[in-house]
């Protein structure tokens, strides 16, 4: 993973950090498939009219409860921390940027980087969560 310089090789990371996220994602999306095929949960939405009046686009819940059922084998919450996984995996690869960067002493880089990472964590933290509940 090292480069012929004393820091790491910044495809080779991002590529690893790409790859891993998506196997963990896609492993776990597909074992809450076959969990709701196996027994399909109590409270599933039969319609779309159904689906976008549960709260649509809202928070639903809270990181404490979605392993917790995650771990139960609950289908849904496995879908979901699948969905997490995945949605997570570019915050995971820009932070692995910045490590790097770091690493090879690139100041100009962690700073860009570490602007684009902040900017994520805004998003998603902040005005993702005001946006939800505005309505």
């Known amino acids: 993973m090292k480069n012929g310089n004393t820091g790491y090789d910044l495809n080779s990371v991002i590529s690893g950090v790409l790859k891993y996220g998506v196997i963990i994602s896609t492993v776990l999306l597909l074992t809450g498939l076959a969990l709701v095929i196996l027994e399909k949960p109590a409270g599933l939405p039969t319609s779309v009219e159904q689906l976008i009046s549960t709260n649509y686009g809202k928070p639903t ?16 919450f496995v879908i979901q921390l699948g969905l997490v996984v995945l949605l997570a995996t570019p915050i995971v690869r820009v932070l692995a940027s910045v490590i790097v960067f770091a690493v090879e002493r690139d100041r100009t880089y ?7 990472l902040m900017i994520l964590l805004v998003s998603i933290f902040i005005v993702g969560p005001a946006e939800a509940h505005a309505g």
């Open 110 to 116: 962690v700073a860009i980087t570490l602007i684009v």
């Open 61 to 76: 819940l809270d990181a404490g409860q979605l392993l917790s059922g995650a771990a139960q084998g609950t289908p849904i």
